[in-house]
Structures are given as structure tokens and as C-alpha cells.
């Protein structure tokens, strides 16, 4: 990467000259004799910085530049990854999506403006930002990131800085780049293709054909029954005890989430409770078949622990996928002629599709403590005896509470309830089963056109025009599959036997309350 202070520059520049001239008065001969050829004469350059009114400034705004060698050296799968190496540079992304966004000095992606050329581009999304995928990295002769104040001057969406593009314009002949990859959990396989291709047609008219594609399976998630990572097992718990000795915040390894498991676990029983049936239910888990056995209890504190024989896998970070797989391909075409030798028009077209579509986190339904009080139970008292009782959840991700009347409930549990004098319970429970656990999350841009026609030139002077109109239609998708309806869940969970609310009598035939009625 290139840091060009173009003040310090010019500086170096004057120096030159004024030495150049000392020695010409001193040794004229020699002087005559060395003079420059032409060809060597510095002709006009610009860059991003220098389209900023200076006045009231001391120096122009400073500006980095990232090369083409140094995107080749990275050899990033997108753009964004090698502009990371940037101090000031982030980039604001999602796992849910395959758009990469800038974020300079992390004041947001609405505060970057992202050019390509110096001009605007058509917005990837409806907040006005830019996916940087646009753009084939082989196309890409280098790219000014401009991070001073003065970059406002563009506007209110470059407060934070300007990101601009430069494309490779004069390529002559075909560049492209081929790599793939696997990390070393055999896994995150990904292929990137990169291609550019320049051609000039007679004298006055140049072709630039841009194209790339990348694909990457992403990283299943840390959670059962993948185990992506074994890092998804490291986290924290809160220590509230003053008289344990311990810090108020424990980092450990193999912390556990200990107010739920995969079938369901009591958590309603407090641990002051002295009566034998509600010990045999305190932390008592069920498992398939309407079994129940003992949960294996860790070093709790809260709804966390460390440690402990159950509950291998339910870590405590959110779960679903680490990395979303995408696909993304992106076709620009870039066409220059010359009218005269003063005047150029240009046309450019691009075509992107960018998708991701990975599972999110599952769905659960904890409580704060494994150790909690009986809840208040939840009645339909026109139903007979036997079917009052109802089994309810207060909120999407709290404890269900479980009445005795369930039909679902072992008949073990039922009998420790009433031993208990006990009429409903509290349980938390994760969901992994189809429709009920990790969600499919299917995001991007299916579809992005956009068509740009300008041209430039001078006219007369120092004086020069620059104009350009472009047009673009962007299609966002924001999917959400297998997501759980809330009032479906609920009813369902309300189970009933059918026979015994309408006629008193139980056929065992099991179905939700709200149809039974």
C-alpha cells in the first residue's frame, strides 16, 4: 500500500527544480548539454483528493492508495479483504448476506461514499450504500481512500471518508485470477475466478471486459450435531455470589447453558425444597420415548455453567452458522472512444448477483436459573377436570410453563407432581427438530443492472468538463425459512385429549386446545 502526501510531494518537487537551476547558472555548459528530452515531462494526473476546494486548507487531503500489486499479493477473495489492511478501514458486513459494505472509521456503511472513477454508483441497497462486490478485483488498477475531514464535501454520505475505485482502463490483453481454498477443519472450500480483458479498437475506441466469481460453503455452525469449531465452547458466566471468592466475570472452557437441554428440563423446583417428589423433579430432564432421567449439572451460576455430563454441545453463543455460504458473479463492461483529441465519451454496464443461504440460530426456551419458583399456573376452567390445566409460554424465548394436565406427560412426572402438590411446572427447551430449529436465512441481491453514459473533455485554458447519467434497478431479497410461528407454536403446545373436553370421556386422541374447542 502507497501513502502519497501530494504536498510533500510538490515540496520535494520545488526543491528539485531550484537545485537544478543553481547548478545551471554555475555550470551552464553542462547544463545545455543535459537538457530533458520531452517524453519525460510529468503529464496530468488526478486523484480523488485533489477534486476537493482547498481554500481555508494548508495541504490537500491525504490520500491512501491500494495497488493492484497489493490486491495480487493478498489475493483476497473480494476487494474488501485486501482494503482491511488499511488502518482506517472496516468493512461492514453480515453473515446472513454476501454484500461486503465500507465502513470507514466505523461511523457506518451510510457515512462511505463508495465511487468507481470518481462518479456514483448504483446503490446495492435502499440505505444508499455500494457492495464493493460490484466491481471484478482484476479490473481494478488501484484504489484512494480519501479519510480526512474534507471528504464531507461530497456530501453527507462521505462524512466518514470516500472509497474510490479506479479501473484498469488501458489494459491491453487478458489478466485473470484462479484460486480456491479449504481451512484446516476441512471445511470454508471456496473458488474465486477473476478475469479482465482490454482491447483497442482502431484508434480511438477501448474495450475493458470485467468478470468474476466466487463461491464459499461457509462454516457450519458450533453447535450439535456438526461441531464446526472447538472453539464454540469457550465463553463466560456471571458470578453473583460476594462470598465464593471468584471474579464477578468467569472466561472459561465448556460452558454449558444449564436451564434448557434437547428435550426439555425442569427448571422450576427451587433447591430449598424438602419434599421428596420435588426433589426427584428438581432438574429432571426428559428424553425420547417419555423417558426422564437426572440432568448433569456443571458448576452453575444462572443459566450458564461450566462444565457438567449433559448438555454437550448447547454452548452459549448464539449458534447457527460461523459463515454463511454464498455465490456471487458480477459482469461490468467499460467502453471509451474518442470524439476528438479533446473530447471522449464513455458507456459502462453492469450486471451483479450476489446470495447467501445458511441456517441461523435455533430456537429456545430458557429460563434465568435452574433452580426456580413454581410459576403461576395457567387454567381453562370450563374444561372438565383432567384438562384445565394449560401449558403456556409468556414470551418467544422464555420457559414454558407445563401444566399436569398435558397429555405428552410422562405418567411418572405426573404422579411426582401430585406428590408434590404441584399443578404445572416450569421447562426450558431448545428446538433443532425440522420447523422448529435453525432457521434458513436467504439474503442479497438476486439481481443488480445499472447503465452509466458520460464524457469529458476541455474547453480552453485550465477550464475542463465531466459529466455522466446512469440509471439501475436493484433487487434485495430478505428470506427467512423454517422461522417458527409464534401463535402456532403456542397452540400446539396446548395440547388436549379431544374426548375428554368434549364429552368428558378420553379417546387418546391428542390434539391442540384451540381445535378442540
Known amino acids: 500500500m502507497n501513502y502519497r502526501d501530494h504536498n510533500q510531494v510538490a515540496s520535494r518537487h520545488r526543491t528539485a527544480v531550484a537545485l537544478a ?106 440505505n444508499g450504500t455500494v457492495d464493493l462486490n460490484v466491481v471484478p478485483a482484476a479490473m481494478v488498477e488501484r484504489t484512494e481512500l480519501v479519510t480526512g475531514g474534507a471528504s464531507a464535501s461530497w456530501g453527507s454520505d462521505a462524512v466518514s471518508g470516500v472509497v474510490n475505485i479506479v479501473l484498469r482502463k488501458n489494459l491491453e490483453g487478458f489478466v485473470g485470477n484462479v484460486q480456491g481454498g479449504i481451512s484446516r477443519y476441512n471445511d470454508d472450500e471456496s473458488l474465486l475466478g477473476s478475469f479482465a480483458f482490454g482491447h483497442k479498437i482502431g484508434e480511438k475506441t477501448h474495450l475493458l471486459v470485467g468478470a468474476e466469481y466466487a463461491n464459499s460453503e461457509g462454516v457450519a455452525s458450533t453447535h450439535p450435531p456438526v461441531f464446526a469449531r472447538p472453539w464454540g465452547e469457550a465463553g463466560s458466566v456471571g458470578n453473583t455470589s460476594t462470598t465464593n471468592g471468584l471474579p464477578g466475570t468467569i472466561y472459561a472452557h465448556d460452558v454449558r447453558r444449564s436451564t434448557l437441554s434437547p428435550g426439555g428440563l425442569i427448571i422450576s423446583i427451587p433447591l430449598t425444597a424438602t419434599n421428596p417428589s420435588l426433589v426427584a423433579l428438581r432438574g429432571l430432564q426428559f428424553l425420547p420415548n417419555g423417558q426422564t432421567a437426572p440432568f448433569g449439572f456443571g458448576q452453575v451460576f444462572g443459566n450458564r455453567m461450566i462444565g457438567g455430563t449433559s448438555n454437550a454441545g448447547e454452548y452459549t453463543n448464539v449458534g447457527g452458522a460461523v459463515k454463511y455460504p454464498l455465490e456471487r458473479y458480477t459482469v461490468l463492461t ?113 439481481k443488480m443492472l445499472r447503465g452509466a453514459v458520460g464524457g469529458s473533455g476541455k474547453l480552453g485554458g485550465s477550464w475542463t468538463w465531466d459529466a455522466y447519467f446512469q440509471t439501475g434497478r436493484t433487487e434485495y431479497n430478505t428470506i427467512r425459512r423454517f422461522n417458527r410461528n409464534e401463535q402456532k407454536f403456542r397452540n400446539s403446545m396446548d395440547a388436549v385429549d379431544e374426548g375428554l373436553l368434549r364429552s368428558g370421556l378420553r379417546n387418546n386422541n391428542i390434539v391442540c386446545r384451540i381445535n378442540a374447542d
Open 334 to 446: 467499460h467502453v471509451d472512444h474518442e470524439l476528438t483529441d479533446d473530447t471522449s465519451v464513455f458507456f459502462e454496464g453492469t450486471f451483479a448477483h450476489s446470495l447467501t443461504d445458511g441456517r441461523g440460530n435455533p430456537a429456545r426456551n430458557e429460563g434465568t436459573t435452574p433452580f426456580g419458583a413454581t410459576p403461576t399456573c395457567s387454567q381453562d376452567t370450563a374444561a372438565p377436570a383432567g384438562g384445565r390445566f394449560r401449558t403456556t409460554s409468556a414470551s418467544a424465548l422464555g420457559a414454558i410453563t407445563v401444566g399436569i394436565d398435558n397429555p405428552f406427560l410422562p405418567a411418572s412426572v405426573r404422579t411426582l407432581m401430585q406428590g408434590g402438590g404441584i399443578n404445572c411446572f416450569s421447562m426450558g427447551r431448545s428446538w433443532r427438530e425440522p420447523g422448529l430449529g435453525e432457521f434458513q436465512a436467504h439474503d442479497g441481491v438476486p
Open 21 to 126: 537551476v543553481g547548478l545551471a547558472l554555475t555550470l551552464s555548459h553542462a547544463a545545455l548539454a543535459q537538457q530533458p528530452p520531452e517524453d519525460e515531462l510529468l503529464g496530468e494526473v488526478t486523484v480523488t483528493g485533489s477534486r476537493v476546494e482547498r481554500s481555508g486548507f494548508a495541504a490537500p487531503t491525504p490520500t491512501a492508495v491500494v495497488s493492484q500489486q497489493d490486491l495480487e499479493r493478498s489475493a483476497p477473495i473480494a476487494i474488501a479483504e485486501a482494503l482491511t489492511q488499511m488502518p482506517s478501514f472496516r468493512i461492514a458486513s453480515s453473515p446472513t448476506t454476501a454484500n461486503t459494505f465500507a465502513d470507514l472509521r466505523r461511523v457506518g456503511a451510510q457515512r462511505t461514499l463508495v465511487l468507481i472513477d470518481g462518479r456514483r454508483h448504483v446503490p446495492s441497497q435502499s
